[in-house]
């Protein structure tokens, strides 16, 4: 019962990420309804982790739950006056709060690991729009390149995603 919660859990988080970063990318906005609704289904999946963790009688099965809580709250109060300076947007604050939930601390080393892959990534697309084949998606990046932005919410949910399919693949194992 618990794992078919969790990979239902997983399957909505998955779909909400890929919403997120779709309308981050066409609109460089991220909606409060999508990170509350993505914060409270990471929650959801870190209680559902510590019960199964629970009915295995491991020890201390809420660690990840309080770090994953403390780690969030930690990462907002840094990012928070990095938006008050706009140097990056209020929804990738509130993003970047959310991913502790959605990964937990115990997977926030692969979740850094990709973001920091992904973020090279985007930074070199939007710098580098010649590169893509589709002329209105060149020049939808070199709008960006104009501008001087990128879409953070990408990245961020990119590596979120990467970090729940490597939390399925450990599942098969």
């Known amino acids: 019962m618990l794992s078919a919660?969790?990979?239902?859990?997983?399957?909505?988080?998955f779909a909400l990420l890929?919403?997120?970063a779709i309308v981050d990318f066409k609109t460089q906005k991220i909606g409060n309804r999508d990170v509350l609704a993505l914060a409270a289904l990471?929650?959801?999946?870190?209680?559902?982790?510590?019960?199964w963790r629970l009915d295995q009688l491991q020890s201390d099965v809420w660690w990840n739950v309080?770090?994953?809580?403390?780690?969030?709250?930690?990462?907002?109060?840094?990012?928070?006056?990095?938006?008050?300076?706009?140097?990056?947007?209020?929804?990738?604050?509130?993003?970047m709060a959310a991913a502790p939930l959605v990964a937990g601390a115990e997977d926030m080393l692969?979740?850094?690991l990709l973001l920091l892959v992904f973020t090279a990534l985007?930074?070199?697309?939007?710098?580098?729009?010649?590169?893509?084949?589709?002329?209105?998606?060149?020049?939808?990046?070199?709008?960006f390149e104009r501008k001087g932005i990128i879409p953070y919410g990408v990245p961020v949910a990119a590596a979120l995603?990467?970090?729940e399919a490597l939390r399925a693949f450990a599942a098969l194992r």
């Open 110 to 112: 692969p979740f850094t």
């Open 66 to 95: 309080y770090m994953s809580l403390a780690i969030a709250l930690v990462l907002f109060a840094l990012l928070l006056p990095f938006w008050l300076m706009r140097k990056v947007g209020a929804g990738d604050v509130k993003l």
């Open 5 to 13: 919660a969790q990979i239902l859990v997983q399957a909505i988080v």
């Open 122 to 143: 985007s930074a070199f697309v939007v710098k580098n729009p010649l590169l893509l084949p589709a002329p209105a998606f060149r020049q939808y990046l070199q709008h």
């Open 18 to 20: 890929v919403r997120i």
């Open 161 to 163: 995603i990467g970090v």
């Open 42 to 51: 990471g929650v959801v999946g870190l209680v559902l982790r510590a019960l």
